[in-house]
């Protein structure tokens, strides 16, 4: 069998040769975290520890997965915004092209808006999602575009300065602004032609509110108007994006000749199915699967997934992670989710809301070998899914913290400065040292495996009744079970923490987050809008507000710089079980208006003079609001006989280097 065969078609298929293959793990020499540092971004690497321990079926089934993951990455781009796929490939051409001097001050602020543009996969910012604004002129942008080669020079040239140059045109990716349109005032590319009044008519009009067991609607399509009528416009194979969905489905169909075991294989024939059909009713079949999948080491996500940036959080952006089970770590997620039905059966929830009997929740420590789609740069640190209620009920939901990439955030963190600055009593910052890594760890597993997968809606209640709301109010939901459970006693006899203090560090880490150190990630006059933004400013200031009489936060001013200080730990506590207990009932009887009550009062609005003072305070110091990850190359390593021996992997590609190939070797869909 030939290479290119072999490795299913794919542009990265350069492999080497046995005899000629050398280590690139660098293992001799410190290991480079920081990549690059542009704007409000710091890239960093992360390790792929044991990868090399992997069988050699183990790592071609992870290259072949790999290689599904980085082909939808076009995907991505398009569903973002409608010219991203335009004017990304003349940027790139400008950038490779360019033959003047790189110190030039345009050239320089071309190539910050070039590095800004890929980090946010697409023109708008991935978290603020307000649209960049480019630092060099527009006569320098068309002069360079002029000396390209006729087939690079787009035809639509001025709309392309328009989205570049105008910042009223296309300004907000996803608008969350109350009482605003949010299709028509938001410029991702997951509608066309449509008002949110039409959208939300069409799919009351298709919902059936008695099926027990109903599809995620609209979770893999866009809807448009065609001749005046308002159509979902599916992503599948012969469908929207059948490009890029073309060679997903190429590098699935290799990596399932290298599955571990049956279950892993019909999992991701499944999905596959689901590819070439866009019947969510396969999809559904593909995510019992995927849940039920518990012995294999290797795992993936694959597909349209999170709604977080669809103005109705409905329609799910592409994204893959590929990953491996940390076997020694996984003990403590292990531990955790086998005790989810102690954990709900002790919420402090309406009974009326609980699980009565809790059911397949897994839960596990991976190392991530890839990142792509939504999930890169900028990735996750815990996942849990599937998403669909009914089948997290039926059937349980997978639940996963990433720590190799935990610990790549912790390792390049060290010396920061922040304790310094924002952490004033010695005695926490000595408790934050020891313990936060393990607390910020357990957070993650208390909100991914347990969190998301706690409560249920009540028999009728629409999954997405909660509208606009429904992310940052879940996300809170999931956050507050892990921080009333982060202070229980049973962590300590399940040997999950050693000490009955280790739970403060987190807890006054994600106060002052909550009510301070996150402004730093909002520009000047602006709100907050990214959901988990909103969930951790509305638990703060509810807990802030609701425990003024008792005085469990306060807040104090020292040498003209505001601090926090926890007076109370335990009624802290309290007072989260008591907002848990609201959310939980706001979601399992789909209730709007408290919904959106609590939201707007309480997660929203920015006191400006502090804004000030938090990024001024930041502004002395060296730590980038945003992270990101460039991803391991890897290499199949060939026998004599052309066959794979080995896959080897190596961290030594720059950024812009990764980002380039990427262009290069995986754009499938070219506008």
Not at 434 to 442: A, E, P, R
Not at 447 to 464: K, N
């Amino acid at each position: 069998m030939t290479i290119k065969s072999t490795l299913a078609g794919s542009a990265l298929a350069t492999a080497i040769s046995a005899n000629a293959m050398t280590s690139t793990n660098n293992i001799d020499k410190p290991f480079e975290y920081v990549v690059d540092r542009f704007a409000d971004i710091e890239v960093l690497r992360y390790k792929v520890p044991g990868f090399e321990q992997l069988s050699l079926n183990q790592k071609k089934l992870v290259y072949y997965l790999t290689q599904a993951a980085i082909y939808g990455r076009d995907i991505l781009w398009d569903q973002n915004n409608r010219y991203n796929l335009q004017l990304r490939p003349l940027l790139e051409a400008v950038y490779t092209n360019y033959n003047g001097s790189r110190e030039d001050p345009q050239f320089k602020a071309f190539e910050l808006y070039l590095k800004q543009v890929w980090f946010g996969n697409g023109i708008h910012h991935h978290y603020s999602m307000d649209k960049f604004i480019p630092g060099f002129d527009r006569s320098f942008l068309e002069g360079e575009v002029k000396k390209l080669p006729a087939d690079k020079q787009p035809a639509n040239l001025e709309d392309l300065m328009r989205v570049v140059f105008d910042p009223s045109f296309m300004a907000k990716k996803v608008n969350q602004a109350e009482g605003a349109d949010l299709i028509l005032t938001s410029a991702t590319n997951l509608y066309e032609g449509v008002t949110q009044k039409e959208v939300e008519d069409y799919y009351a009009a298709i919902k059936d509110t008695t099926d027990l067991t109903p599809i995620s609607y609209g979770l893999n399509a866009r809807v448009a108007k065609v001749d005046g009528k308002v159509t979902e416009q599916t992503y599948h194979l012969g469908g929207l994006y059948s490009e890029a969905i073309a060679k997903i489905v190429e590098n699935l169909e290799e990596a399932a000749k290298y599955a571990e075991n049956d279950a892993q294989r019909k999992t991701i024939e499944a999905l596959i199915k689901y590819y070439r059909s866009g019947d969510l009713k396969d999809f559904d079949t593909y995510s019992i699967l995927w849940v039920d999948d518990t012995d294999s080491q290797v795992d993936f996500i694959n597909g349209f997934i999170e709604s977080y940036d669809d103005p109705l959080g409905m329609t799910g952006n592409w994204e893959s992670i590929v990953n491996f089970k940390n076997l020694d770590a996984s003990h403590r997620t292990e531990v955790i989710s086998s005790n989810a039905q102690w954990f709900e059966s002790h919420s402090p929830v309406d009974p009326r809301f609980r699980k009565d009997e809790v059911k397949g929740v897994t839960a596990k420590v991976i190392t991530a070998a890839i990142l792509a789609g939504d999930s890169y740069p900028a990735t996750p640190i815990g996942i849990n899914l599937p998403n669909a209620n009914w089948i997290r009920a039926t059937h349980g939901s997978k639940s996963v913290t990433i720590e190799n990439i935990t610990q790549a955030y912790d390792e390049a963190s060290h010396g920061d400065g922040f304790n310094d600055e924002f952490v004033p009593d010695q005695q926490m910052r000595e408790l934050m040292d020891k313990y936060l890594f393990l607390t910020d760890n357990l957070h993650t597993d208390l909100h991914e495996c347990l969190g998301h997968a706690s409560g249920r809606l009540l028999p009728g209640v629409d999954p997405d009744a909660l509208k606009a709301y429904g992310s940052a109010l879940e996300e809170a939901r999931a956050d507050l079970f892990a921080l009333y459970y982060l202070a229980d006693p049973k962590l300590i006899e399940l040997g999950l923490i050693d000490s009955p203090e280790a739970y403060k560090a987190q807890y006054y880490k994600y106060i002052l987050n909550g009510l301070m150190t996150q402004l730093m990630r909002i520009e000047p006059g602006k709100d907050v809008e990214e959901a988990h933004m909103r969930n951790r400013k509305l638990i703060a200031e509810w807990a802030l507000e609701k425990g003024k009489a008792d005085n469990v936060i306060e807040v104090y001013k020292a040498d003209g710089k505001t601090y926090i200080r926890i007076n109370d730990y335990e009624k802290l506590r309290d007072l989260f079980g008591q907002l848990l207990y609201e959310i939980q009932r706001i979601k399992s009887e789909g209730d709007y208006d408290a919904g959106c009550a609590l939201v707007e009062t309480y997660g929203v609005k920015v006191d400006p003079t502090l804004h000030k003072e938090i990024l001024d305070r930041y502004a002395h110091l060296s730590i980038a609001p945003y992270k990101g990850f460039v991803n391991p190359v890897y290499t199949p390593v060939l026998g004599a006989d052309g066959e794979i021996v080995d896959i080897n992997i190596s961290y030594g590609e720059g950024y812009m280097d990764q980002m380039l190939r990427y262009g290069r070797d995986y754009s499938t869909l070219g506008k």
